[in-house]
Structure formats: C-alpha cells, structure tokens
C-alpha cells in the first residue's frame, strides 16, 4: 500500500473530498474524489483497493490491540506496511502508543497527563531523530489514523484541555524507545 501523505491527508478530511482537493496518488492512478458515489463508498473501494488503510471505527477508544503493544492492530498493520527503516517503524509505534496513550489517560491526574505529555514529546523528538528533514507528515498521519472516530477525537480533546496552558521542555539525546 502506497499513497502520497498529502493525499491522505486529503482523503481523510471529509471536506477536502467534497471540495475535490485530491487529485493523484503516487501509484500513478489517479484518485478521483469528484463523484456521485457517497463519500463512505468512495472510501471503502479505496481501502478495498490498498489505497486506504482499513481502521478499526469501533466505538471503543482503545480499539483492538490484541497483542497489548499499546497500538491498535489497525495501526500496527499500516505501519508494518509502510517502506520505511525498522527505526523509523519503530518511531512510528512508539507515536502510536503516546497518542493512544492520551486518549486513554485519567485527565483528572495531573501526575498522569504530565507522563503522557512527556511521552509524546518523546516519540516526537524521536521521530524528528530518524526521518530526514521535512518527513515529519508520517507523525501528524499517525496522529490522524489514531483520533479517527467521534470518541477517539472527544477523548483526545480532553487529553489537550487537560494540558491547556503547560509547556513541555525540549529533549535531547536519544529518544527513541
């Protein structure tokens, strides 16, 4: 499964496909979002052909993690399809578990939302440590792959407000799980 992060990006935002902003992935096919197929149709032939990667749209925050790595399964299997190195793969899990981190975490301890804050900030740094310059969409498609329902998104809005206000250090040295 290969497709441009910008296209997506386009393809995940539900009014960048009814404005037709997307027009060509990297496969060389174009990806039409001009149509009138509904929009939850055109999605499901995109994941259908491997364009899209199949998530878990359950109700559930957490969403299946059968193997207790701290990862949806879903994301555990895009991410294990992408090209990219074993480090940045790893990057990427360890993004994937902060963000799922935050939306799973006790907002009203403090103590807690700080060790997620951190957390995130980790996986962050790390991910600037193993992608070149300018690779830092894959963290925010990480990000929007995990907050990709109404509950998912409400729980992470807590997470943030929980946070509102507080500033996070800056890291060196190796951060990378």
Avoid: H
């Amino acid at each position: 499964m290969k497709v441009s992060i910008g296209a997506l990006a386009c393809l995940l935002t539900a009014a960048a496909l009814a404005a037709a902003g997307c027009s060509k992935g990297t496969i060389g096919s174009p990806v039409s979002t001009k149509s009138d197929i509904p929009i939850d149709q055109q999605w499901a032939l995109l994941q259908k052909q491997g364009l899209l990667p199949t998530l878990d749209v359950s109700s559930s925050v957490p969403g299946t993690d059968a193997n207790g790595n701290g990862v949806r399964d879903d994301l555990d299997k895009f991410i294990a399809s992408l090209p990219d190195s074993a480090a940045q793969k790893n990057a990427l899990t360890q993004l994937a578990q902060a963000v799922q981190a935050a939306m799973t975490v006790d907002t009203t301890n403090a103590t807690a939302v700080a060790t997620v804050s951190l957390n995130l900030n980790r996986a962050d740094t790390c991910i600037w440590a193993v992608y070149p310059s300018g690779q830092s969409a894959k963290a925010m498609t990480i990000e929007e792959l995990s907050v990709n329902t109404l509950n998912r998104l409400k729980a992470y809005e807590q997470y943030n407000a929980a946070r509102d206000g507080a500033v996070d250090p800056a890291l060196t040295g190796n951060t990378c799980n």
